[in-house]
């Protein structure tokens, strides 16, 4: 949607008898100015609908008053509508802070973790709106601020959206974060690379359909503030072995609730496992998160069993294989000895198996992990 911008009024330079017009903002688009009543300062927007929106002054005004409701601590806040000579201005509340695409453009493309955190904040954010029967409609680098002290700010609410469902915000949060990593909309064809960040952003651009938001949300906060196994390992080198046991335990009952009802994951790899910062005995929580395989992304050679036909049995070889680069720092290759694995080289000989009965199950390996991961899960 096209909007046309004006300022001036003819010289006036107060709205509503009580905003005073002060400086531009930005590009321009926007103007700072003093609420005289409530002493603090505002931006505001003056608004004309081009002729092709097909809405009338009155019905995009009322339109534009929905917002108003709108309160999250990651959304700037539509505060007011004022109509002053016939034409309608929204009063926004002021939020400093550069938006998403100047920083890219100015420090270039945002760390994994942090892109991370500004989708879990623009995703509640519009979560938000949605729940309000709102749809934002122009989610864009443009359109989310990166404040001073760390959080993301969506702002441009306060406009009609004829037509535009829900969906659409997803879609077009994934191209914004897709900006945010690869300092490109997506185009065609969105970035390559096994990261988990970039497998659920390929995941959200899917055109048979994105994840559930439930599942996008848990994903972003996830990622947000964890690494992945394959992160770490190349941050760090190889694990202990108690620790390498431990992810083994929590990427098992992980896998348990769909193995017992006869399914399976099929994307079990270092890049879908996520690991806390802290030891999960300072953490309280488990050892390691396996992503969801709608977003997990697909593994590379070395994760993939050799009958290349997802089962039960080969989601066990492919966790065989992850602890594996796990505890030698590096994937998995045929004759490649165990030279770190030490108690832990008889689970992975039969994980690895190449014969699929050989592999044992949940009862069996939960007990020989647990003899290894001793020290780390107490």
């Given amino acids: 949607m096209c909007l046309i911008v004006q300022f001036g009024m003819g010289g006036t330079t107060k709205l509503a008898g ?50 108003t409701g709108l309160r999250h601590p990651s959304i700037v806040s539509v505060l007011d509508v004022v109509v002053e000579d016939g034409v309608p ?10 938006s998403l695409e100047q920083a890219v453009g100015a420090r270039r493309t945002l760390p994994v ?44 609410f306060g406009l009609p959206q004829a037509g535009l469902r829900p969906s659409a915000d997803l879609w077009s949060l994934a191209a914004t974060l897709h900006f945010a990593v690869e300092g490109r909309p997506p185009g065609r064809v969105a970035a390559a690379g096994t990261d988990p960040l970039r497998a659920l952003i390929r995941a959200m651009l899917d055109p048979l359909g994105a994840p559930q938001v439930e599942m996008v949300a848990e994903t972003l906060d996830r990622l947000a503030l964890e690494r992945s196994l394959d992160q770490v390992i190349a941050a760090s080198g190889p694990l202990s072995l108690a620790r390498v046991a431990a992810i083994g335990l929590a990427v098992l009952d992980l896998l348990a609730p769909s193995h017992a009802c006869g399914g399976h994951h099929g ?72 030279s ?18 050989q592999r044992g199950d949940h009862g069996t390996l939960r007990k020989d992990l647990r003899a290894v991961a001793l020290p780390a899960v107490r």
């Fill in 18 to 67: 009580r905003y005073r017009l002060l400086n531009p903002l930005g590009g321009g688009a926007v103007r700072l100015a003093f609420d005289e009543l409530e002493h603090r300062d505002v931006a505001v927007r003056e608004l004309r609908l081009p002729p092709e929106l097909g809405e009338s002054r009155d019905s995009a005004v009322r339109d534009a008053r929905l917002a």
């Fill in 89 to 98: 201005w929204l009063v926004m509340e002021f939020a400093s802070g550069a």
């Fill in 113 to 156: 973790v942090q892109a991370a955190r500004v989708g879990v904040c623009v995703l509640a954010a519009l979560v938000t709106a949605h729940a309000a029967g709102i749809v934002h409609g122009r989610v864009n680098p443009g359109n989310v601020l990166l404040s001073t002290t760390g959080r993301a700010l969506l702002t441009g």
């Fill in 267 to 338: 994307a079990v790899h270092p890049s879908s496992i996520l690991l806390p910062d802290v030891p999960p005995e300072e953490a309280g929580s488990p050892a390691a998160w396996i992503l969801p395989s709608r977003v997990a992304g697909p593994a590379a050679p070395a994760f993939r069993p050799p009958e290349r036909v997802p089962s039960q049995a080969a989601d066990l070889w492919a966790l065989g294989a992850t602890l594996f680069a796990a505890v030698e720092g590096r994937p998995p290759a045929p004759g490649a000895p165990l």
């Fill in 340 to 357: 770190k694995a030490g108690a832990l080289a008889p689970v992975l000989f039969r994980l690895l198996s190449g014969d699929p009965a």
